[in-house]
């Protein structure tokens, strides 16, 4: 990297968005350190152990979008171990609804206390105002805790291993784990009822305990002058002499294992609207050469004959299989939608080897509690849909997310592969947030296994980083201004090389688990492969997909990383009996990587991006190289 890069032109390369991140300033307390960002605590550590991942007050508007605030009247003290924030905050949306809320922080050697204030200047509509507490995830799930619920009992319980499908604990006031050997962590909400739900559902890499009951009515108004108050405490008691944890600078080592099962195949989702744009970029296309096309079509948003046809133009071309995800409106008999989906599919001249079907009123989340919606039987959908389409693989499952997959589990006898998609910002959207979530894969994974079975074949698309479809409200979030910013569908990053490693993150976590198929990008539009509005010119992921798509369904080696929060990798058999290493650096720091063995390299970083150019040949020949932010490595031999 050159002098002469601008920071702008760096943010570009790696986020696709000259914003930066709202600054970060470290508080330190004796032995407890934590982050502020934007008003709220992150990263709470004790002697260098991770205690909780947030403290946050938030607000959401009745779409479950998070509001950005804006902070007036920032102070920060330090000093004699300790540390004080104070500060007002003021959310606006886009109706011109507006909050000001305050906050207040206080930090000791052994906890802190966050406590906020907000008092509506007229009647706000929310879907949430207050605080939520962040768990850890890793070296957490399923380790006791004790819960005090605000009646006064205390009550010994653990946290879940697989994933909690419903709220694991309910009508909070404190909650008691163990944070290292001879170390507690009571974490104490006062000011309303809270509740904890597995936030592992969403792909979050937490535990995430809120304010106000789900059961309760929302969205819900807050009336003008009636305050809302609340406060968290953290008190930390350690029994004796706490040993730091050591710092992560250490190289992060890929070793190889045996070679069993096979890499994901790499797919790519169709979008009716950007199917002609596809067609238009058919050389592009041939050149990722992706396992699987994934078209979607919904009759319930006026997709019919002609988005098949568009399809059946895609699909003529040779490679690949070509899968139909069809929401199904289950507004007619079964056999009537089916029958003429069918009649449609021959007339249209669409060639298919798989069919996804999923009833229409599922891609609206049920939140536990709730009333689920009128909606045929799963068990009768899929029978219609295989009388419909004999010949045909059928899948089934959500076309949202895990969260609903776990809500409303599928007769996984009457299919041949379960699917879901993932996408890491349904609640946070910053950066550590979105490779955090990667953390959150193989529960995700195991505790849909402990369900579908360990032999149902099992895919995962269409993920990626910006949110096609959103579940829980009546629309994705624009962005104009390309923020980092939850539910949005358009996010920043698919431009920039943090979705490069993003992607090889993810593929590497489904490796793992030895997940079937993998739709981890489109070719065109937000969640593109080649840039919106410049036919031709390739975004950083574009090479990620290429290597992905040239590895799928090759034999599958296991490789183990030292630290897989900074590192990710995959590996594969070639038919010439070549190994070939996929391993992506997570972090906005250098990483110095140990490789498992020699051979040709090459990487895309940042450089590569700004000089407009792919991937560029690198030295690999000493054993380790130290590998830029973000970048991603080939390495075969």
Excluded at 153 to 170: C, E, N
Excluded at 597 to 620: E, H, N, S, T
Aim: include cysteine; charge should be neutral; charged fraction near 20%.
């Amino acid at each position: 990297m050159t002098a002469a890069v601008s920071p702008e032109a760096l943010r570009l390369a790696l986020f696709g968005t000259p914003e930066p991140e709202p600054e970060l300033r470290r508080l330190k307390a004796g032995p407890l350190s934590a982050e502020l960002l934007a008003g709220n605590l992150r990263n709470i550590r004790f002697h260098g152990v991770e205690v909780l991942r947030a403290i946050s007050f938030v607000v959401r508007d009745k779409d479950w979008g998070t509001y950005a605030p804006v902070l007036h009247d920032l102070a920060v003290e330090e000093g004699e171990g300790r540390f004080a924030v104070g500060y007002r905050a003021e959310c606006t949306g886009a109706g011109g609804e507006r909050l000001v809320y305050r906050g207040r922080i206080e930090g000791r050697p052994t906890g802190l206390v966050f406590a906020g204030e907000a008092v509506p200047e007229g009647d706000f509509l929310t879907n949430r105002c207050g605080f939520t507490v962040l768990h850890p995830i890793v070296g957490l799930a399923g380790t006791e805790v004790e819960v005090e619920h605000v009646d006064g009992r205390r009550v010994a319980a653990r946290l879940p291993d697989l994933i909690d499908p419903a709220q694991p604990f309910k009508d909070m006031r404190a909650i008691t784990h163990i944070v290292a050997p001879g170390v507690r962590a009571t974490c104490r909400m006062e000011g309303d009822a809270f509740e904890m739900e597995d936030q592992r559902n969403w792909s979050d890499a937490s535990y995430k305990t809120y304010v106000r009951p789900l059961a309760l009515p929302w969205p819900y108004k807050l009336p003008a002058g009636a305050p809302v108050r609340q406060r968290v405490t953290l008190d930390i008691a350690a029994e004796g002499a706490v040993a730091p944890t050591p710092q992560n600078d250490a190289p992060v080592t890929l070793a190889l294992g045996a070679t069993r099962g096979r890499l994901p195949l790499f797919g790519l989702a169709i979008a009716p609207e950007e199917a002609a744009a596809t067609l238009d970029a058919a050389d592009e296309l041939a050149h990722i050469a992706p396992q699987t096309l994934l078209f979607h079509v919904d009759p319930t948003a006026g997709h019919g004959p002609a988005e098949l046809a568009a399809f059946a133009k895609l699909a003529a071309a040779p490679g690949g299989e070509c899968v139909l995800e069809y929401v199904v409106p289950c507004a007619r008999p079964l056999d009537e939608e089916f029958s003429d989906l069918a009649r449609q599919v021959a007339a249209a001249g669409l060639r298919l080897d798989a069919l996804a079907v999923s009833p229409a009123v599922d891609r609206r989340s049920t939140p536990p509690g709730s009333v689920w919606p009128p909606c045929s039987p799963l068990e009768e959908v899929y029978e219609a849909a295989r009388r419909a389409f004999p010949a045909l693989r059928l899948g089934g499952g959500m076309f949202s997310y895990f969260t609903e997959l776990n809500r409303k589990r599928p007769p996984v006898a009457r299919l041949d592969y379960v699917t879901h998609c993932i996408c890491p910002i349904v609640h946070d959207a910053d950066d550590r947030a979105v490779m955090q979530s990667l953390e959150a894969l193989p529960f995700i994974l195991r505790s849909a296994r402990a369900f579908i079975g360990a032999d149902m074949p099992y895919r995962i698309g269409p993920s990626t980083i910006g949110m096609r479809h959103n579940p829980y409200g009546a629309r994705v979030m624009p962005n104009p201004e390309r923020r980092r910013m939850p539910m949005a569908e358009r996010d920043p990053r698919q431009d920039g090389l943090f979705a490069a490693a993003y992607l090889v993150g993810m593929a590497a976590r489904l490796a793992e688990a030895g997940v079937e198929s993998f739709t981890g990008a489109a070719l065109t539009g937000p969640f593109g492969l080649l840039v919106e509005g410049a036919p031709g010119r390739r975004r950083p992921v574009f090479h990620a997909a290429r290597w992905l798509a040239a590895l799928g369904g090759a034999p599958a080696i296991r490789v183990t990383t030292a630290d897989p929060a900074r590192v990710l990798a995959l590996a594969g058999a070639t038919p010439a009996g070549d190994r070939v290493l996929l391993a992506a650096n997570l972090t906005p720091q250098e990483q110095t990587v140990t490789l498992p063995f020699p051979g040709r390299a090459q990487w895309l970083d940042a450089a590569a991006v700004l000089g407009g150019a792919g991937p560029r040949p690198v030295d690999a020949g000493v054993g380790s190289l130290l590998l830029p932010a973000y970048a991603v490595l080939r390495l075969e031999g």
